[in-house]
């Protein structure tokens, strides 16, 4: 059974810097393709940031040039830089796993972490 485990949540000022981690667990095919969600109090969960299982990455247009995803093999585990944070990123942030190419939708990915919470404020 995939297992996802998120980690590196907390609370920032504006302009400041978080990364989070999720490490991945129990998958029995190829590396599966990453990616990151997140939820406002309120709002649609949304996709933020994938990895295809080649290393291709996809951003949502808003955090294009302040997130950066990536990936180590060797530790199973992917990871969400975020830079320059603002209030409007706060929300619980979760990491999903499939076993094919990236996807934009929620309904495509089959494995989710339990999420993190990420804070933007003063």
């Known amino acids: 059974q995939l297992q996802l485990v998120e980690s590196g949540g907390g609370l920032v000022q504006p302009g400041g810097s978080l990364r989070l981690s999720c490490a991945v667990s129990?998958?029995?095919?190829?590396?599966?393709?990453i990616g990151w969600f997140r939820q406002a109090p309120g709002k649609e969960r949304e996709g933020v940031s994938c990895?295809?299982?080649?290393?291709?990455?996809y951003y949502k247009d808003s955090v294009k040039g302040r997130f950066t995803i990536s990936r180590d093999n060797a530790k199973n585990a992917v990871y969400l830089q975020m830079n320059s944070l603002k209030p409007e990123d706060t929300a619980i942030y979760y990491c999903?796993?499939?076993?094919?190419?990236?996807?934009?939708?929620?309904?495509?990915?089959?494995?989710w972490g339990q999420g993190t919470q990420v804070t933007v404020s003063s």
């Open positions: 999903a796993a499939r076993s094919n190419s990236c996807a934009a939708f929620v309904s495509a990915y089959a494995y």
């Open positions: 129990g998958f029995t095919w190829d590396y599966p393709a």
């Open positions: 990895i295809g299982r080649d290393g291709t990455n």
